[in-house]
Each structure stands twice: as C-alpha cells, then as structure tokens.
C-alpha cells in the first residue's frame, strides 16, 4: 500500500442531446466509473474501468477516444500515475 491517499473508485458522468435519427432518447448519457478492491494497489495495478450508458451516439471514433483521454486525464489529475 502507497504511503499516501490513493483515488480508489470515481464515476464521471456526461450527457448530450439524443442523435438526429431519432433512434435514442431525447438526451444521452454515458458514465465512466473506475473501481478498486479492497487491498489492490492503484499505483502498481491500476483500476477496472466500467462504461455505463443508455445510449450514447458519436460519428466517428475519435469522439469516442477522446472522451476516454478526458476521463483519463481526470484520473490521472486526481493523483494516479497510470
């Protein structure tokens, strides 16, 4: 175990207007969550990362991506060196 706090779960959560298809809801949301067990050591094991959504449109894959870099740089902000 770290000599000093470590993040161990956060859950980032982002809306958007539903797509122009009509094939979602009026609003989309996804959720990022990183997890930890008791005992796991974030600095040498990292997290489990869960994505949650209802529905969640993009036109292309670096939309996706992206959003992935933002929620990892938010972790990695909040003290993870991963």
Do not use: C, H
């Not at 959560?13 to 009509?22: A, K, L």
């Not at 094939?23 to 990362?49: K, L, N, Q, S, W």
């Not at 670096?62 to 972790?75: A, F, I, R, T």
């Amino acid at each position: 175990m770290a000599e000093f706090p470590q993040l161990t779960d956060a859950k980032f959560s982002f809306m958007q207007d539903g797509n122009t298809d009509g094939t979602t809801g009026d609003i989309e949301d996804i959720t990022f969550e990183i997890e930890t067990v008791p005992g796991m050591d974030t600095e040498e094991e990292g997290f489990y990362y869960v994505i949650r959504t209802g529905g969640w449109s993009f036109n292309d894959l670096d939309e996706l991506s992206n959003l992935v870099n933002k929620v990892k740089n938010m972790v990695m902000a909040a003290g993870d060196k991963k």
